[in-house]
T-cell receptor, first 110, second 115 residues
Framework: GESVGLHLPTLSVQEGDNSIINCAYS??????FIWYKQESGKGPQFIID?????DKRQGQRVTVLLNKTVKHLSLQIAATQPGDSAVYFC?????????FGKGTMLLVSP | DGGITQSPKYLFRKEGQNVTLSCEQN?????MYWYRQDPGQGLRLIYY???????QKGDIAEGYSVSREKKESFPLTVTSAQKNPTAFYLC??????????????FGDGTRLSIL
């Protein structure tokens, strides 16, 4: 089937490495940020979120960092596994909707 | 299990034909959304609805129509006026809090192609 990952920035890592995926946003009024994971042929899945009153939040094997000064968001995945291979999107809130980044494809080699 | 169901998974449209994509949620969410996804691009908002019997245009509403007669359902019609309908269509829902959009939950999409 047609890949959603064509022409996306790609990060290739070895299994067991730590991965860092970055995202820039433009709306300085955004106060809520989300990371999604999308596997081929499926809808995006929620990974982790963070509000603008925080600069770091940790989940299971994932950490999100928020730098509001430079409007930058990052997702860190510890001990990356082949099952982590997917396209990762950031999103930031508006009043009624979310604005999505174009995504980064993560490829994990065994 | 609670979730969002989109159907069909694959859909083909002939010239001049309208087609309707189904989206049903049992999450009791107030807001529902339709996005279009093209290769190498982010999600683009087509329409959204924050409450039954009300909906708003998103960034690329031309050639599409929606209805929201029930809280659980938000069907999208791709009309013959949409000249480039081939894409992956995603439906989502959420429960906004204090007017702020929180995390949206997605279905597994419908892939629409032209015959």
């Amino acid at each position: 089937g047609e890949s959603v990952g064509l022409h996306l920035p790609t990060l290739s890592v070895q299994e067991g490495d730590n991965s860092i995926i970055n995202c820039a946003y433009s709306n300085s009024a955004s106060d809520y940020f989300i990371w999604y994971k999308q596997e081929s042929g499926k809808g995006p899945q929620f990974i982790i979120d963070i509000r603008s009153n925080m600069d770091k939040r940790q989940g299971q094997r994932v950490t999100v960092l928020l730098n509001k000064t430079v409007k930058h968001l990052s997702l860190q995945i510890a001990a990356t596994q082949p099952g982590d291979s997917a396209v990762y999107f950031c999103a930031n809130s508006g009043y009624s909707t979310l604005t999505f980044g174009k995504g980064t494809m993560l490829l994990v080699s065994p | 299990d609670g979730g969002i169901t989109q159907s069909p998974k694959y859909l083909f449209r002939k010239e001049g034909q309208n087609v309707t994509l189904s989206c049903e949620q049992n999450l009791n969410h107030d807001a529902m959304y339709w996005y279009r996804q093209d290769p190498g691009q982010g999600l683009r908002l087509i329409y959204y609805s924050q409450i039954v019997n009300d909906f708003q245009k998103g960034d690329i509403a031309e050639g599409y129509s929606v209805s929201r007669e029930k809280k659980e359902s938000f069907p999208l019609t791709v009309t013959s006026a949409q000249k480039n309908p081939t894409a992956f269509y995603l439906c989502a829902s959420s429960s906004p809090s204090g007017g702020v959009t929180l995390a949206q939950h997605f279905g597994d999409g419908t892939r629409l192609s032209i015959l």
